[in-house]
């Protein structure tokens, strides 16, 4: 039998809108995904935010 590899830190990244039930539950099901897990909540600026946005994306 091949030797097992060594193990690495794993992250499992959950993405949530606001916490509720569903949340909740969808973050104990990540936790034996991996060795941490975190919620993320991604959002969209403001519309005066896009100039700065796209020079971002130019730099």
Do not use: F, K, Q, Y
């Not at 509720?20 to 539950?25: A, G």
């Not at 991996?34 to 020079?55: L, N, Y």
Request: with cysteine; charged share 20%; glycine share 4%.
């Amino acid at each position: 039998m091949p030797e097992a590899l060594p193990r690495a830190h794993s992250l499992v990244i959950a993405s949530a809108s606001h916490l509720c039930r569903l949340t909740c539950e969808a973050l104990n099901a990540a936790v034996p995904l991996g060795d941490e897990v975190v919620a993320v909540t991604v959002t969209c600026g403001p519309p005066e935010d896009r100039p700065a946005v796209e020079a971002l994306r130019h730099d």
